[in-house]
C-alpha cells in the first residue's frame, strides 16, 4: 500500500538550523511573533493534512480521473472534499497578505506545506498550485478594480485560477499566440475586452472544486507589434460579476499519460469578457509572476516525487525477503527460510541511499531558495531585498529543471527495488513514474530552463552586459564560505576542499564559456543542459556538506540523543562520498563542446 509520512523533522533541521529563519524572522516586520515552535505546529498540522486527507486520495485520483461531459468536468471522488478540507484550514492564504484576508506568513512555510502535498497527491494538487502564482501576479499588476473582484476570493480558496498560455502551435514559442482581444467600445481606458481564441494543456481549466474560476490569458490587443511584444494579459472569469456565465467553454480534457486526477483542460474563449492586467502589451512581464512562482512549484513538484518514491521504496525494501546477503552486517540474524530482505543488498542499499540523499539535499536547495524569495519581499533594506531577487531568479530555473529530473529519474530507480511487482500498478510506484514525467515538461521544458539559466542569468554578468547582475559571483562566494566553514573540521575537510575545487572549476568554466560564445554562438546552447546539472550536483554537495556540518556541531554540543543528527551525517557523507562525483561528468562535457552535426535530410 502506497502511503506517506511528512519529513517535519528533516524540514525543521532546515528551517531552524541550517537557513536559522527564526531568527530572521524576528527581525522581520510583522513576523517578529513567528518563533520555531508555531512554525512547528503550521507544518505538523499540514503533514496531518498531506498524509491522513490527501495520500489516500492519489491512488483514486489515477484509477477514476477526471470526466468530461457537455463541458463540464467532475474530479474525482473525494477531491472536492478535499479541497473543503484544504480551505477550511485556511491553507490557500498562508502566505497572502492579511489585507486579502491571508495570513501573511512567509513563502518558506508555503513552501514546505507545498512540498507535502505534491508528495502526498500530485494530481490533486496542480489545482491549488496555481493559485499563489496567480494572486501574485494580481496583486502585483491587476487594476484595484480587478483586485477587489478576486483577491479575496482566490486567498480564501472561494475560487481557484489557471494560467492560459498555450495553443496549437505555439507552445513554449510564445511570440506565435494567436489569441485575440478587442477593447470594449464604450470604455475608454481600453481596461476590458472580448477575448476570442483557443487555448490547449491548461491544468484546472474546469472543475467541480470552485463555483468560479479565474483564467490569466495571454492574448493580441488590435495595436500589438508581432511577436512577444505584443502580448497583453487579461484576467477572464468563468462566472461574470452579474452572476451570468461568461463565454468561456470547455471543449474537452486530455487522455494523459499521468497526474489523471488533473483535468488537462482545451478552452475556448468566444469574445469572453476579460480585464486587462498590467499594461497593455506588457503583458508577459505581468504574466512571468505567475510562471516564476509555478516553476518553482514544479520543482516542488519533483522533490515530492522523489521524497515519497523513497519513502514506500525502503518500507518495501524491509519487507520483501529475496536471496542472501553476501555479507550482511556483524549481528545480523538471518530469519527462517535463507532469505534475507532485499534492503541488504549491495545494489538495493546504493538506491536507497541515492533516494534519501537527494532528497534531502534537494529539501535544503529548495528552502533556502523560498527563503530568499522571503528576503526579496520582507528585508528591511532594499539593497538585500534586490540582491535576494537576483538569487531567486538565478536558482528558480534549476529548481525546476534539476528538481524535476531527478524526481523522475528518481521514481524511475525506486521500481527497480519492487523488480516485477513495481511494473504493477497496484503498488503505486508506477504511477510515480508516470505522474513525475510531465514536471519535466510543463512550466518552460527544462531544456528552456538550461538556455534561461547560463544565456540570461549567467552569462550576461560574466560579459559586462549593462544592468546584468551579480548573482552568480555571490552564488560562488556562497558555495566558497561554505566550503571554507566545513574545512576547519577534520572529518570533513576532503569534501570541503572536493567542493571548492569544483566550485571554481564551473565559474572558470562559465567565463570560459563567456568568451568562447563570441566566436561560437551556438555553444552555450550546446552545454546549456550539462552546465544546469552541474551547477545542480554543486548545489546538492553544498547542501550535503552544510548539513554534515551542522550535525557535527549539533553532536558536538550534545543534541544527539536518539542519533539523528549522526545518521543526517551519514545521509550527507554518502551524498559527498558516492553522488558528487557526477558533477565531473557534466563540467567535462561543458569544457569540451564539440559541434553538433546536422541531421540528414529525412
Excluded at 132 to 139: K, R, S, V, W
Excluded at 451 to 457: A, N, S, T, V
Excluded at 483 to 508: I, S
Excluded at 527 to 548: I, N, P
Aim: with cysteine; proline share 6%; aromatic share 6%.
Amino acid at each position: 500500500m502506497w502511503s506517506y509520512e511528512p519529513p517535519l523533522r528533516d524540514m525543521q533541521f532546515v528551517i531552524e538550523d541550517l537557513l536559522d529563519a527564526p531568527a530572521q524572522w524576528a527581525r522581520t516586520p510583522g513576523w517578529q511573533d513567528l518563533d520555531a515552535d508555531t512554525a512547528r505546529q503550521i507544518l505538523a498540522q499540514a503533514g496531518e493534512l498531506a498524509s491522513g486527507v490527501l495520500a489516500p486520495l492519489n491512488a483514486v485520483g489515477d484509477s477514476q480521473g477526471c470526466e468530461w461531459s457537455a463541458g463540464e468536468v467532475r474530479t474525482p471522488a473525494g477531491f472536492a472534499q478535499a479541497y473543503r478540507t484544504y480551505c477550511d484550514g485556511g491553507w490557500p492564504g498562508l502566505a497572502c497578505v492579511p489585507e486579502h484576508g491571508g495570513q501573511g506568513l512567509p513563502q518558506l512555510l508555503n513552501v514546505a506545506l507545498h512540498e507535502m502535498l505534491n508528495s502526498a497527491n500530485p494530481g490533486w494538487t496542480m489545482y491549488p498550485g496555481l493559485a499563489h502564482g496567480a494572486y501574485e501576479c494580481l496583486h502585483a499588476h491587476a487594476s484595484a478594480e480587478v483586485q477587489d473582484m478576486v483577491l479575496a476570493r482566490i486567498v480564501s480558496g472561494e475560487w481557484l485560477a489557471t494560467m492560459c498560455l498555450t495553443e496549437a502551435g505555439a507552445g513554449s514559442d510564445l511570440g506565435q499566440v494567436r489569441t485575440r482581444a478587442r477593447p470594449v467600445a464604450d470604455v475608454a481606458s481600453g481596461a476590458r475586452a472580448h477575448i476570442a481564441g483557443s487555448k490547449i494543456f491548461i491544468s484546472g481549466g474546469e472543475h467541480d472544486l470552485t463555483p468560479n474560476i479565474v483564467h490569466l490569458v495571454l492574448a493580441r490587443l488590435p495595436d500589438a507589434p508581432p511577436g512577444s511584444k505584443g502580448l497583453s494579459l487579461f484576467m477572464v472569469p468563468k462566472i461574470l460579476p452579474d452572476g451570468s456565465r461568461n463565454a468561456v467553454r470547455c471543449d474537452g480534457i486530455e487522455k494523459k499519460m499521468g497526474i489523471k486526477g488533473s483535468a488537462t483542460c482545451v478552452l475556448t474563449f468566444e469574445d469572453a469578457l476579460g480585464w486587462r492586467v498590467g499594461e497593455a502589451h506588457g503583458g508577459l512581464a505581468a504574466m512571468f509572476v505567475m510562471m516564476n512562482a509555478s516553476r518553482l512549484h514544479v520543482g516542488l513538484q519533483g522533490l515530492g516525487h522523489l521524497e515519497a518514491a523513497g519513502q514506500n521504496a525502503l518500507r518495501y525494501a524491509r519487507e520483501r525477503h529475496q536471496s542472501r546477503a553476501a555479507h550482511p552486517p556483524p549481528g545480523y540474524r538471518r530469519p527462517p527460510g535463507g532469505a534475507d530482505p532485499i534492503v541488504l543488498h549491495p545494489a538495493m542499499r546504493r538506491t536507497l541511499w541515492t533516494l534519501k540523499a537527494q532528497a534531502e539535499g534537494l529539501r535544503v536547495i529548495a528552502l533556502w531558495t523560498a527563503l530568499g524569495l522571503d528576503e526579496a519581499t520582507c528585508h528591511p533594506q532594499a539593497e538585500e531585498r534586490s540582491r535576494a531577487q537576483a538569487r531567486v531568479s538565478l536558482l528558480t530555473p534549476i529548481v525546476k529543471a534539476f528538481m524535476t529530473h531527478l524526481g523522475h529519474l528518481g521514481a524511475d530507480q525506486a521500481l527497480q527495488v519492487w523488480g516485477g511487482h513495481g511494473y504493477m500498478h497496484e503498488y503505486g510506484i508506477e504511477q510515480a513514474v508516470r505522474d513525475s514525467r510531465i514536471a519535466m515538461i510543463y512550466e518552460g521544458s527544462n531544456e528552456i530552463q538550461a538556455i534561461d539559466l547560463l544565456q540570461r542569468k549567467v552569462l550576461p554578468g560574466l560579459t559586462g552586459k549593462p544592468g546584468s547582475g551579480s548573482a552568480w559571483p555571490e552564488l560562488i562566494g556562497t558555495l566558497l564560505h561554505e566550503a571554507g566553514l566545513a574545512g576547519a573540521r577534520p572529518a570533513l575537510a576532503a569534501a570541503a576542499r572536493q567542493l571548492a575545487e569544483r566550485t571554481r572549476a564551473l565559474d572558470e568554466a562559465a567565463y570560459a564559456l563567456a568568451g568562447a560564445s563570441l566566436a561560437d554562438p551556438e555553444r552555450p546552447l550546446r552545454v546549456a543542459d550539462d552546465f544546469l546539472h552541474a551547477t545542480g550536483h554543486l548545489l546538492l554537495a553544498w547542501a550535503w556538506l552544510r548539513s554534515a556540518r551542522v550535525a557535527a556541531e549539533r553532536i558536538a554540543a550534545g543534541a544527539d540523543d536518539d542519533g539523528w543528527h549522526a545518521a543526517k551525517a551519514e545521509t550527507a557523507g554518502f551524498g559527498l562520498d558516492h553522488l558528487a562525483l557526477q558533477f565531473d561528468a557534466h563540467l567535462t562535457r561543458v569544457m569540451q563542446a564539440p559541434a553538433l552535426p546536422w541531421l540528414p535530410a529525412l
